[in-house]
């Protein structure tokens, strides 16, 4: 099972972003920018899901 979960939830402008969490509270990455619904969201993170799942690591 999986030791993170994604969160969905509404900021000061009103806007949906979402967060990876860690079961220990640490934030692992967040949406940086948000979306005008909850729907658009979750597209992000389906999006991350699918996109970055074997993502290089590149040094700069």
Request: net charge positive.
């Amino acid at each position: 099972m999986s030791k993170a979960r994604f969160e969905v939830y509404l900021d000061a402008a009103s806007q949906y972003r979402w967060r990876l969490v860690h079961d220990n509270g640490n934030i692992l990455a967040d949406s940086g920018e948000g979306y005008a619904s909850k729907q658009k969201a979750k597209q992000g993170i389906q999006s991350v899901k699918t996109n970055a799942s074997d993502a290089r690591i590149v040094d700069l």
